[in-house]
Structures are given as C-alpha cells and as structure tokens.
T-cell receptor, first 115, second 111 residues
Framework: DAGVIQSPRHEVTEMGQEVTLRCKPI?????LFWYRQTMMRGLELLIY????????DSGMPEDRFSAKMPNASFSTLKIQPSEPRDSAVYFC?????????????FGSGTQLSVL | GQQLNQSPQSMFIQEGEDVSMNCTSS?????WLWYKQDPGEGPVLLIA?????ELTSNGRLTAQFGITRKDSFLNISASIPSDVGIYFC???????????FGEGTQLTVNP
C-alpha cells in the first residue's frame, strides 16, 4: 500500500510568495495531521482533521497559515504571504480512527526554504 | 506547557554496542511512544506503550513505560549502521488527545 504522499518534496520561494503544500493520506485513514519540524522547536502540531473537519488548529502560527481538507484523500497547507521564519520541514501524517491518534503514519515531508 | 525532555541529545557509538536513551516529563502521560526518523524521511512508529511498568520489545528494541508514568526508556541492543537516525519519544495524555514530542536523540553508529 502507498504511504502518505506529500508534494512537493522541496520548495524554494521568495519572501512574500504564496506556498501550497499538498498531502494525500493513506486510503481508509480518517484523521490527518500537519506538523512542522525545525531545529529550534522540534516537531510541532499545526492542525489536525478528523473526517475532513478541522478539530484542533491551535498550533497554526498565525493568519498567514491556512489548511483545508476538501475530501478524504487530499489536504493542503497554504502559507500566504511566506516569510523566512517559515522555513522548515512540513510533515503530513494520517491515522485510522479518532481513538488511535498515537499511531501516526508520516509522509516524507516538504522541505520549505523561504529566501 | 507540556514538555518532554529526552537524553542524551546525541550519541556516537560503535557498531555492536548497546544503546539506552530516555524521556522524562514533569506531568503524567497515559501512553508513551517511540518513533524513529531516518534522514530525509518522516518519523516511523517503533513501539507504543499503554500501561505503567509495561516492557515491550520490537526486534532489538525494547521500551519501558515508567512506573510513575512520567518517563520512558528505549534500549537498542547490538546496534547496526541502519540504526542511525533521530529517535523521538512522544506522550499522550488521554486516548484521542494530541501527542507531545520530545526533542529527539540523534544516534550515530560507526561501522
């Protein structure tokens, strides 16, 4: 079975540009998570969805960040406008069921560099 | 806020050696997990622990859920080069709640 698929793997952009990160969760998984990883702050949960509905977005840094899950097989994380401090690796993860949120399956991540 | 402290931050060992790392918290977690992240990839779940005192093995890996529910330990026996990576502990307060991740232990294994 295919794992969690993220695109692009790498993104280099200039400050002020809009960035869209994409994620396809594992088929049959109904919970989806967006994490950000930096050296300074480690792995931070940005937002998670259950059955396509945002459940907890308290980790979203600010209004420049938005996430959507229009259907069970696709989610996007958008940063507009991007800033250099947004440079990080962004991971998408999915899992099955609302009660098993600890068994996360992570994608390979998107390495974002904002110049 | 909640914080998990992992130690050591990094380890440099020779192939064949055993490895021990731990994770501590000032608050109680009811589930402890250990993930491994290979370079350029996302974390992968290694072991999940659900009961205080539980000892669980996965091949050469053994993890324990501390009696106080405020700590967990991971041991790797007879390390091999592919054990290289970052090992993260994670805690969960209640079933269905978000995970709190530690800062990670970077493991380097010299052949």
């Amino acid at each position: 079975d295919a794992g969690v698929i993220q695109s692009p793997r790498h993104e280099v952009t200039e400050m002020g540009q809009e960035v869209t990160l994409r994620c396809k969760p594992i088929s049959g998984h109904n919970s989806l998570f967006w994490y950000r990883q930096t050296m300074m702050r480690g792995l931070e949960l940005l937002i998670y969805f259950n059955n396509n509905v945002p459940i907890d977005d308290s980790g979203m840094p600010e209004d420049r960040f938005s996430a959507k899950m229009p259907n069970a097989s696709f989610s996007t994380l958008k940063i507009q406008p991007s800033e250099p401090r947004d440079s990080a690796v962004y991971f998408c993860a999915s899992t099955r069921g609302a009660g098993g949120l600890e068994k996360l399956f992570f994608g390979s991540g998107t390495q974002l560099s904002v110049l | 806020g909640q914080q998990l402290n992992q130690s050591p931050q990094s380890m440099f060992i020779q192939e064949g050696e055993d490895v021990s790392m731990n994770c501590t918290s000032s608050s109680i977690f009811n589930t402890w997990l250990w993930y491994k992240q290979d370079p350029g990839e996302g974390p992968v779940l290694l072991i999940a622990l659900y009961k205080a005192g539980e000892l669980t093995s996965n091949g050469r890996l053994t993890a324990q859920f501390g009696i106080t529910r405020k700590d967990s330990f991971l041991n790797i026996s007879a390390s091999i080069p592919s054990d290289v990576g970052i090992y993260f502990c994670a805690g969960q307060k209640a079933r269905g709640s978000r995970l709190t991740f530690g800062e990670g232990t970077q493991l380097t294994v010299n052949p």
